[in-house]
């Protein structure tokens, strides 16, 4: 497993298939890159007001939001601390507590421990077994950038704010703060296929003229660009205006937009992928669930209150099902079919075309750098990964 990582960063080869079909590396994936870094576990908008209590997966481990009454996001381990029942299995809204269904310990939106009924027997509430310590909610790291809730399982990732720096200064990143959203602007989808190729196919375009033959038409391959970000974001930038065009009448491009004509798109390790047109704003989410089975939240944005005015409303539902939805059903399609053959005694990893799929190997490159970094401290990487945008000649 090791060689095959120093092989991505040495000699630019891909991962073979059993990386994409292991219950192995699953786990080791988990262990040295989702718990370790800030991983987007939900947006904002899903524990908006104090007192809610919206339970999640991420990585197939039960998770609990919370917004107390100082305004703070939390997140914890969705677990008693009593026998382990998970607390909570649907959203809630006004609560103050939140209390297992098994024994009745009660937690407090903060994560403290609040209540412990008949805990020394009957009609006495009080804990007293010798190793009870800290008994709180296991609280989990947690960060809002802007619409996202981010988490950091293992506690120990650097600053949210060091790693997102370098993506928020590219000319014309969109303000978050205007970003409107609502209950019809989201869908989640399950796909058969592991989360690596999600993100492989979501940074090229080389695929567009055959997968997405309406963007071809809007936004053709030839206008696209790779870029490429270190070792925190890759992506892809094309033309916009196409896709505006269709939109009839308009919606409203954010304040700050250096060019109308551009959209830009990216991936953030490790799960989260973000489309930035001029006049909206889409979210994927990935969470893995098993080698061969990944979950997709999709959540649409539009830039200001103006954009959700009643008149935009067949506009914003087109945005939705041809831009949105129509495009992502399109890739999950050939990405379930890469999956499949991904079983292949054949795939030993296959051919990245440097023209087209640079970003591609440079996911991988991340991907590897990582668990090399997790697995063999003492591995020293070739070179750093390259910063640059990379146009067709």
């Not at 991962?15 to 890159?33: R, W």
């Not at 998770?63 to 677990?79: C, K, P, Q, S």
């Not at 669930?289 to 997709?296: A, D, I, K, S, V």
Request: hydrophobic content about 35%; aromatic content about 10%.
């Amino acid at each position: 497993m090791r060689e095959s990582y120093k092989s991505v960063l040495e000699n630019s080869t891909g991962l073979p298939g059993t990386f994409y079909t292991s219950e192995q590396i699953f786990k080791d994936e988990f262990v040295c890159l989702m718990s370790r870094s800030w991983a987007c576990a939900g947006v904002t908008g899903d524990v908006s007001q104090t007192g809610d209590v919206w339970p999640t997966t991420f990585a197939d481990q039960p998770l609990v939001m919370t917004r107390a009454d100082d305004g703070n996001i939390r997140t914890f381990h969705n677990i008693c601390r009593h026998r382990g029942t998970l607390l909570s299995d649907k959203l809630k809204r006004k609560q103050t507590r939140i209390t297992c269904p098994y024994h009745a310990w009660s937690y407090a939106l903060d994560g403290s421990l609040v209540a412990t009924p008949h805990a020394g027997g009957a009609g006495r509430h009080s804990c007293e077994s010798p190793d009870t310590g800290n008994l709180n909610l296991v609280e989990v790291p947690t960060a809002v950038w802007g619409p996202f809730v981010m988490i950091n399982l293992s506690g120990d990732a650097s600053r949210l704010e060091d790693f997102i720096g370098p993506i928020e200064e590219r000319p014309g990143f969109p303000d978050f703060s205007l970003l409107r959203t609502g209950p019809d602007y989201e869908r989640t989808f399950d796909l058969d296929t592991n989360w690596k190729l999600a993100v492989e196919n979501f940074v090229e375009s080389y695929h567009v003229p055959t997968v997405h033959p309406q963007l071809q038409r809007v936004n053709p391959m030839a206008e696209h660009y790779q870029i490429l970000g270190g070792d925190n974001y890759i992506g892809l930038g094309g033309r916009a205006d196409g896709v505006a065009e269709t939109l009839e009448p308009p919606l409203p491009v954010f304040p700050g937009c250096v060019d109308t004509g551009k959209y830009e798109a990216f991936y953030i390790f490790p799960n989260l992928m973000i489309t930035c047109l001029p006049n909206l704003f889409k979210v994927i989410i990935i969470n893995p669930l098993g080698p061969g089975r990944t979950r997709e939240r999709l959540v649409v944005f539009f830039f200001g209150d103006e954009a959700m005015h009643s008149g935009l409303s067949e506009t914003r539902a087109t945005a939705m099902k041809d831009w949105a939805v129509e495009v992502n059903n399109q890739d999950i399609g050939i990405i379930e079919k890469m999956q499949t053959g991904r079983a292949s005694t054949a795939f030993d990893g296959g051919h990245f075309m440097p023209k087209q799929e640079q970003t591609s190997l440079h996911f991988q490159k991340m991907l590897a750098k990582r668990m090399l970094e997790a697995l063999e401290p003492s591995y020293t990487p070739p070179g750093d990964l390259p910063v640059a945008n990379i146009y067709h000649d």
